[in-house]
């Protein structure tokens, strides 16, 4: 990853294989991702924050790690959590077993359950607390930590088709509700604690979106299809614009996929869906920045 410095904004570049089936045969997909965000709000990354709960030498910056790892919307967060549970220092401990609890792994529970005998008060209290709450998460499901209300969606790409807005749409709520911590509300708002006529104590993000391009090239009897989409996430209720996702993606169409309709309609589809991927890949900061958790 290359981070841009002063800018707030980050690139990464990988390519991804993604094999398509069609009657009998396969359409063999390159697919080229540029990832980037941008945030009104810096925080460190997954990999600097688990590096920081590693080998950072002064113990205060370890227990801050923590914290801020337990506030993360990625499962990936659990593991340096764990290994911080081993820890010199008996603050960073406590703050690693509070931040598994508020991370809501069920997974932890196994690297919490081998740490109750803790030689520190603090540090078994918080095994214990975090074993307590994972339990009842695993009966009562798990508390989102943000809810997600889906705002207009638009087709800013030039190509005129209602489909598009309709995909966005679609895979925006489908991969959002991936999320681990994330709540999307239904489009009449319920699960927002409305129904009970009690306002929610979980901040509420509105995230609206834009294709911005969507196109085919033509380069000789081969196409290439890129699409690039924008997220705009607002800070709810004023509405008050907090972050900004993007992402693009393309393909290359072979000369035998072009001659078949629909394998290059399966195609444009699966670039569409994979620059919604690229973009919602780094929104878990950018959703805690515009919850201010």
Known sequence: MRLLEGTGEADDQYSLESTLMHSSRRALLSLALLFSVS????????????????????????????????????????????????????????????????????AAVEALMAHRSDKSEAVRAQVAAAIKSLAEERITGPKPKVLIKIGIMKNGSGVKSKKIENELADSSRRKLSELPGVRVLAADGSGSGASTGKPSTVPMVMVTGNVSELKAQHQGRSITYSASVEYVLHTMPEQAIAAKVSGRASATATPKDTEDASVLAEIRRSVLEAAIASALRRAPPALLAAARL
Do not use: C, I, W, Y
């Open 39 to 106: 945030s009104a709000f810096a925080t460190p990354g997954l990999d600097e924050l688990a590096e920081q709960l590693k080998g950072a030498s002064d113990f205060r910056v370890r227990v801050s790690a923590a914290l801020q790892l337990g506030k993360s919307l990625t499962g990936d967060a659990a593991l340096p959590l764990e290994a911080a549970l081993d820890d010199s220092n008996a603050s960073v401990r406590a703050a690693a077993a509070a931040a598994l609890k508020n991370l809501g792994d069920q």
